[in-house]
């Protein structure tokens, strides 16, 4: 293991500044992989992304850890604007970002996701021929399979936020948002019983990060189906799946995985969605992640 130096880092994503951490190992000259970061449904990086990039690092593999337009440390109005289509677009900038870097090597970057962002990563891998090697865990898959963990009385009650949402933007008004997370029943993207408690678990002391996006991507993240570019992907990927997830059900994905062929390698973890973030777990999935990564990307 070698030490690594963290540094922040910003770039352009369609005009706007995206913000977030390099963290760089200590090499005897030769350039490294970088493996690309970003957290899942409105997380921000303090939320135990610099743990794993910690690991990464210390294996030798350099990390270029983002937050999304609108959320955290990087630029956007409306704040806490989730969209879909903007966060693909800053994980493109981002390894435009990495590529450039001096004292990387450009052939071998990884990206990695994690929930929401664990089924970005697949879009991601499936366009993106720089891409060499993928980590996706606790990966949203598929938003048909994951909508029905919210329960019918709090989805209807998100898609009447997300159309007022929708007839304000249009007006110019501020965001109508929904809650990101809330106990069961409540109108929230994630209300099964351990979202809550899991989701602000990760926010460290002190830290404020608010527990709302926009609700307009309410009529998108159904719709929302990353699971299908799996077998699209020609790289190695490491597929962390949680057996007790709440959130994004283990069995679709598994399915997916099933389909995809043997570029996938699946982990399962008797565990439920948040997890992984933190130890016990955390140290079993961050090690197989590393040991992924040093397989495909060091020489």
């Given at each position: 293991?070698?030490?690594?130096?963290?540094?922040?880092?910003?770039f352009?994503?369609?005009g706007?500044?995206?913000?977030g951490?390099?963290?760089?190992?200590?090499?005897?000259?030769e350039?490294?992989?970088?493996v690309?970061?970003?957290?899942?449904?409105?997380?921000?990086?303090?939320?135990?992304l610099?743990?794993f990039?910690?690991?990464?690092?210390?294996?030798?593999?350099?990390?270029?850890?983002?937050?999304?337009?609108?959320?955290?440390?990087?630029d956007?109005?409306?704040?806490?604007?989730?969209?879909?289509?903007r966060?693909?677009?800053?994980?493109?900038?981002?390894?435009?970002?990495a590529?450039?870097?001096?004292?990387v090597d450009?052939?071998?970057?990884?990206?990695f996701?994690?929930?929401?962002s664990?089924?970005?990563?697949?879009?991601v891998a499936?366009?993106?021929?720089?891409?060499?090697?993928?980590v996706?865990?606790?990966p949203?898959?598929?938003?048909?399979?994951s909508?029905?963990?919210v329960?019918?009385?709090?989805?209807l009650?998100?898609?009447?936020?997300?159309?007022?949402?929708?007839?304000?933007?249009?007006?110019?008004?501020p965001p109508?948002?929904?809650?990101?997370t809330?106990?069961p029943?409540?109108?929230?993207?994630?209300?099964?019983?351990?979202?809550?408690?899991?989701y602000t678990g990760?926010?460290?002391?002190?830290?404020?990060?608010?527990?709302a996006v926009?609700?307009?991507?309410?009529l998108?993240?159904?719709?929302?189906?990353?699971?299908?570019?799996?077998?699209?992907?020609?790289?190695?990927?490491?597929?962390?799946?949680?057996?007790?997830?709440?959130?994004?059900p283990?069995?679709r994905?598994?399915r997916?995985?099933?389909?995809a062929?043997?570029?996938?390698?699946?982990?399962?973890?008797?565990?439920?969605?948040?997890?992984?973030?933190?130890?016990?777990?955390?140290?079993?999935?961050?090690?197989?992640?590393t040991a992924?990564?040093?397989e495909?990307?060091?020489?």
């Amino acid at each position: 293991m070698t030490t690594a130096t963290r540094s922040d880092i910003e770039f352009q994503s369609d005009g706007s500044t995206v913000r977030g951490w390099l963290y760089r190992p200590e090499t005897t000259g030769e350039p490294v992989p970088v493996v690309v970061m970003a957290h899942g449904l409105g997380a921000v990086k303090e939320m135990r992304l610099d743990a794993f990039a910690e690991r990464f690092a210390a294996a030798g593999i350099a990390a270029v850890v983002f937050d999304y337009r609108h959320f955290g440390a990087s630029d956007g109005e409306p704040r806490q604007l989730l969209s879909i289509g903007r966060q693909l677009a800053d994980w493109s900038a981002a390894i435009d970002y990495a590529a450039r870097l001096d004292g990387v090597d450009s052939a071998r970057i990884a990206v990695f996701g994690t929930s929401f962002s664990g089924g970005h990563v697949l879009r991601v891998a499936a366009q993106d021929r720089r891409v060499a090697a993928v980590v996706s865990q606790c990966p949203f898959t598929d938003g048909l399979a994951s909508a029905p963990t919210v329960g019918f009385r709090p989805l209807l009650g998100i898609a009447a936020r997300a159309i007022a949402d929708v007839a304000g933007a249009a007006l110019r008004r501020p965001p109508v948002t929904v809650a990101l997370t809330g106990r069961p029943g409540e109108t929230a993207l994630m209300n099964a019983p351990d979202a809550a408690p899991g989701y602000t678990g990760l926010v460290p002391p002190a830290f404020t990060h608010p527990n709302a996006v926009a609700s307009r991507i309410g009529l998108t993240l159904p719709l929302y189906r990353p699971g299908r570019s799996l077998r699209k992907i020609d790289v190695p990927v490491f597929l962390g799946v949680c057996l007790n997830d709440t959130v994004a059900p283990a069995r679709r994905t598994l399915r997916y995985a099933a389909a995809a062929g043997s570029t996938v390698e699946v982990h399962e973890y008797p565990a439920g969605h948040f997890d992984i973030y933190v130890s016990p777990d955390f140290d079993k999935v961050v090690a197989d992640e590393t040991a992924f990564l040093v397989e495909h990307l060091l020489p």
